[in-house]
C-alpha cells in the first residue's frame, strides 16, 4: 500500500518526519481530550457541580483546539510542500519533454503527455496533501491510541487490537485491487486519449478514405473500455469503503456492548469506561480516513509514476558518438548543407532499430527524396535531421534546419505572428511578396482584420493546404534556413490541392537544400537525387535525370 515513488521526490523524508511528530501530538491530543471529556461526563453524573469541573473543561478544549491547530498548521505546511514540487515535477516532465534525445512525445503519445502535464501534476498535487499525512497518522495516532486503550481497560484494548489486524488485511486485498482497476482505467483513459487526439488529426484522410464509420466505432470501443474500467474502479472502491466501515462499526459496537455489561454489574468505573468508549471510534477515525482517500487519490498515484518515469528518462548511450561508415554508402563531407554518417535510431518501446546505419549527404542548393513504403524509415530521418530526435548512434550534422510536418501547428494568435514565427523583424514588402508566392494573398483579402485576424485553436480556422501554405511562408522568410526537411507534407491533401501546392513550392526551393520524405512520386522528377528506404535501411540512391527518371 506504500507507494515507493513519494521517497523519489527531493524533501519527502523530512516531511515524513515532520508529519510523525505531529500525528504523536494529535494523538497526544486525542487521548486527553477523551479523558477530560470522560471525567467531566462521569464527576457531573456523581454529582459534582459544573464549577468544580471548570479546570477539566478548560483541558478539553485546549487538547480540542491542540488538535485544530495541528491540523491547520499540517496542512498549510503540506500546500505549500505540494504545490512546489508539483511545479518541480512539471518543470522537470516538460524539460525531458522538449529533449529531443527521449522522444516522450513519440513513446507515450502527445494526449497521454498532454493530460500527465496538466491534469495529471494537478493529480499527484492533490495526492501529496492528501495521503502522506494520512498514511502517517493511520500508525501514529491509532498505536498511541491503542495503547491507551490498553491501559484504561485491557479487555476494550483486546477487542480493538483483534481488529486491526483484521481491517488491515482487508486493506491490504482491496488496496492492491484498487491499484490494479484504477492502473487499468488510467491506461484506459490514456489510450482513449491518444486514440481520440490521433482521429482529429487525421479526419480528412479518415472522410477522404470511407472510414468514418469504422473509426467512429474504434473511438467508441475506447470509450467503452474506459466506461468499464471506471465502473469497476468505483464497485472496488465503494466495497472496500463497506467492509472497512463495518469492521470499524463491529469493533465499536462490540467494545459499548462489552462495557455496557461491565458497567451494569460494577466491574468497571464510569469515568473508566466512558473514556474507552470515547477513544474506540478515535482508533478506526485514521485507518478510515485514509481508506476514504486511498481509492480517490489513485489517480494521482499512477499520474506520479508515469510522471517520475517521463522526468527521469536519459538520453540513449552513445547518441553522441559516432561509428564506421558503412560501405557502399555515400560518405558526408564537410562542407555538406545536411550529413547523416551511419545513423541509427531506436525508439525507447521497440526492441529493432526504426532506422540503421544511414549515411548520405546534401549539398547546398541539392533536392534529394526520401521515399519508401510506410514504416520504411522516411519520417524518423526526417526527424533526425530536423533535431526532433538524436541518434542511438552516429552523427547528423546540418546548418540552418527548418522543419515542415505533415500537421503544421497554427498557433492561437494573429495570422501575421504566425508568418512571423522564425522571422519577427521581417519588413512588410517582403510578407506581400511571400505571401503571393505561396498563394496566400487571396486568403488575406477575404478575412475580417486580414493579417491581424486571430487564427488558430477558436478563432478563424484554416483549411489543410493553407496551414501548409503558412509553415512554408514562415521558413521562406527566414534567412537562416539552409535547408529544408519536409516530412511528407501533402500526404493528407487532395491531389488538386497538392499539385497547386507544388506550383508555388518549387520555385522557391531553389538555392537551399531541400530533404523531401514523400510517398508520392510525382515530386520525384522534380528532385536532384532519390534514396530509397526499405525496413530502415537504404536500399540505393539514385539519381534523377532531366526528363525526370531516377537511375
Not at 462521569?42 to 491540523?71: D, H, M, V, Y
Not at 517520475?308 to 555515400?330: K, T
Amino acid at each position: 500500500m506504500f507507494d515507493r515513488n513519494l521517497m523519489k521526490i527531493d524533501g519527502m523524508r523530512g516531511i515524513f518526519a515532520v508529519l510523525l511528530v505531529f500525528a504523536l501530538l494529535q494523538a497526544a491530543a486525542i487521548i486527553g481530550q477523551s479523558w477530560t471529556l470522560a471525567s467531566v461526563i462521569a464527576n457531573l453524573w456523581g454529582g459534582f457541580g459544573i464549577e468544580s469541573q471548570l479546570t477539566l473543561i478548560a483541558g478539553f478544549f485546549g487538547c480540542f483546539a491542540a488538535n485544530r491547530l495541528i491540523t491547520y498548521v499540517q496542512e498549510t505546511m503540506l500546500d505549500k510542500f505540494s504545490v512546489s514540487r508539483a511545479e518541480q515535477l512539471r518543470e522537470a516532465l516538460l524539460t525531458a519533454t522538449f529533449d529531443a534525445k527521449t522522444n516522450v512525445a513519440g513513446a507515450m503519445g502527445s494526449a497521454s503527455l498532454t493530460t500527465t502535464a496538466t491534469q495529471g501534476i494537478d493529480d499527484v498535487q492533490e495526492y501529496l496533501r492528501i495521503i502522506p499525512p494520512k498514511g502517517v497518522a493511520m500508525a501514529a495516532i491509532a498505536i498511541p491510541v491503542l495503547v491507551a486503550e490498553f491501559l484504561a481497560d485491557w479487555p476494550s484494548g483486546i477487542i480493538l487490537a483483534v481488529m486491526f489486524p483484521v481491517i488491515m488485511f482487508f486493506m491490504i486485498i482491496l488496496g492492491i485491487k484498487a491499484r490494479d482497476r484504477a492502473r487499468s482505467q488510467y491506461e484506459s483513459y490514456n489510450r482513449l486519449s491518444n486514440h481520440f487526439l490521433d482521429t482529429l488529426r487525421g479526419v480528412d484522410a479518415i472522410v477522404a478514405s470511407g472510414a468514418v464509420e469504422r473509426t467512429g466505432e474504434e473511438v467508441f470501443d475506447s470509450s467503452e473500455d474506459l466506461r468499464t474500467a471506471t465502473v469497476r474502479t468505483l464497485t472496488t472502491a465503494t466495497l472496500s469503503s463497506v467492509v472497512l466501515d463495518l469492521c470499524a462499526v463491529f469493533g465499536v459496537a462490540a467494545v459499548a456492548i462489552l462495557l455496557a455489561f461491565r458497567l451494569m454489574d460494577g466491574t468497571v468505573a464510569l469515568q473508566t469506561g466512558l473514556f474507552a468508549l470515547i477513544l474506540a471510534p478515535e482508533f478506526f477515525a485514521p485507518i478510515r480516513s485514509f481508506s476514504g482517500d486511498f481509492h480517490a487519490s489513485q489517480d494521482g498515484k499512477n499520474a506520479l509514476a508515469a510522471a517520475l518515469e517521463i522526468a527521469q528518462l536519459r538520453p540513449n548511450p552513445g547518441a553522441d558518438e559516432p561509428s564506421a561508415a558503412v560501405e557502399g554508402q555515400q560518405p558526408a563531407q564537410e562542407d555538406s548543407a545536411l550529413s547523416f554518417e551511419n545513423v541509427s535510431y531506436e525508439h525507447a518501446d521497440s526492441t529493432s532499430p526504426a532506422v540503421e546505419s544511414i549515411t548520405f549527404a546534401i549539398e547546398p542548393g541539392e533536392h534529394v527524396a526520401l521515399v519508401g513504403k510506410s514504416g520504411s524509415g522516411k519520417s524518423t530521418i526526417a526527424s533526425l535531421a530536423a533535431g526532433l530526435l538524436q541518434p542511438s548512434n552516429g552523427a547528423v550534422s546540418s546548418r540552418g534546419v527548418r522543419f515542415i510536418p505533415q500537421h503544421p501547428h497554427i498557433f492561437a494568435d494573429t495570422l501575421e505572428n504566425n508568418l512571423l514565427l522564425y522571422s519577427p523583424e521581417a519588413e512588410a514588402e517582403r510578407v506581400s511578396d511571400v505571401l503571393s508566392a505561396v498563394g496566400l494573398d487571396d486568403l488575406v483579402k477575404e478575412l475580417p482584420d486580414g493579417l491581424q485576424t486571430m487564427v488558430g485553436e477558436g478563432n478563424h480556422g484554416l483549411s489543410g493546404g493553407q496551414a501548409h501554405r503558412v509553415a512554408l511562408a514562415r521558413v521562406l522568410l527566414d534567412d537562416s534556413a539552409q535547408v529544408l526537411v519536409f516530412d511528407e507534407p501533402t500526404a493528407h491533401l487532395d491531389i488538386e490541392t497538392e499539385l497547386e501546392l507544388k506550383q508555388c513550392v518549387l520555385p522557391l526551393l531553389e538555392g537551399r537544400a531541400v530533404l523531401f520524405a514523400t510517398h508520392r512520386l510525382h515530386w520525384i522528377g522534380s528532385m536532384d537525387r532519390v534514396i530509397e528506404l526499405k525496413d530502415g535501411k537504404i536500399e540505393r540512391i539514385r539519381t534523377v535525370t532531366e526528363g525526370g527518371d531516377a537511375r
